[in-house]
């Protein structure tokens, strides 16, 4: 079983949704969960940081963290194009070890 | 410059090759990294430098040598590589662990290719 389960997609959905992606996880020592965005040829830029459970909100995004579940998700409302991006979420037990879930494609299509 | 850079962007290299990737960091951090993704892969974090020292090998092949003479500078040597090493490896970096934060920054990545 891997460490951390993310659905690849892709995903593909009209501008204004609201977007929901998630990921579990099995290592419950886990207490950080990140949120990634990379778009294509470029590098992953940080878009969402929550330590342990609850909500992070943060303009058009929300980062949720169930750890009684072993689950995150990251909402994004009101989608624009600009959005499309592979999602990818992390998670680590200290600071620097970051285990990564394979990366889900979305496409906001306009 | 600003960010992570990495250079180069793209390398076509045979198996019998030796070449190296470079990565450099502006933003006054004291930890760099290494990842690689592969397609349809989630990212692997391969080493960890804190202040230039190695605090982290994730069981990475011996053809792969990092090298970190500086916070600023860290390289991946690279020597007798298969093709199943082709993959896009990925630079960031941090501030240490010691200041807690975990907020990694991303170069653009090395596009290897071997063949």
């Known amino acids: 079983q891997k460490e951390v389960e993310q659905d690849p997609g892709p995903l593909s959905v009209p501008e204004g949704a609201i977007v929901s992606l998630n990921c579990t996880y099995s290592?419950?020592?886990?207490?950080?969960f990140m949120w990634y965005r990379q778009y294509s040829r470029k590098g992953p830029e940080l878009l969402m940081y929550?330590?342990?459970?609850g909500n992070k909100e943060d303009g058009r995004f929300t980062a949720q963290v169930d750890k009684s579940s072993k689950y995150i998700s990251l909402f994004i409302r009101d989608s624009q194009p600009s959005d499309s991006a592979t999602y990818l979420c992390?998670?680590?037990?200290?600071?620097?070890?970051?285990?990564f879930g394979q990366g889900t494609r979305l496409t906001i299509n306009p | 410059e600003t960010g992570v850079t990495q250079t180069p962007r793209h390398l076509v290299m045979g198996m019998t090759n030796k070449k190296s990737l470079k990565c450099e960091q502006h933003?006054?951090?004291?930890?760099m990294y290494w990842y690689k993704q592969s397609a349809k892969k989630p990212l692997e974090l391969m080493f960890v430098?804190?202040?230039?020292?190695?605090?982290e090998n994730n069981s990475v092949p011996s053809r792969f040598s990092p090298e970190c003479p500086n916070s600023s500078h860290l390289f991946l040597h690279l020597h007798t590589l298969q093709p199943e090493d082709s993959a896009l490896y990925l630079c960031?970096?941090?501030?240490?662990?010691?200041?807690?934060?975990?907020?990694?920054?991303f170069g653009p990545g090395t596009r290897l290719t071997v063949t």
């Open positions: 960031a970096s941090s501030q240490d662990e010691l200041a807690g934060s975990h907020e990694q920054y």
């Open positions: 290592n419950s020592a886990f207490q950080y």
């Open positions: 929550t330590y342990s459970s």
């Open positions: 992390a998670m680590s037990v200290g600071a620097q070890k970051l285990v």
């Open positions: 933003l006054g951090h004291n930890a």
């Open positions: 430098y804190n202040f230039k020292e190695q605090t």
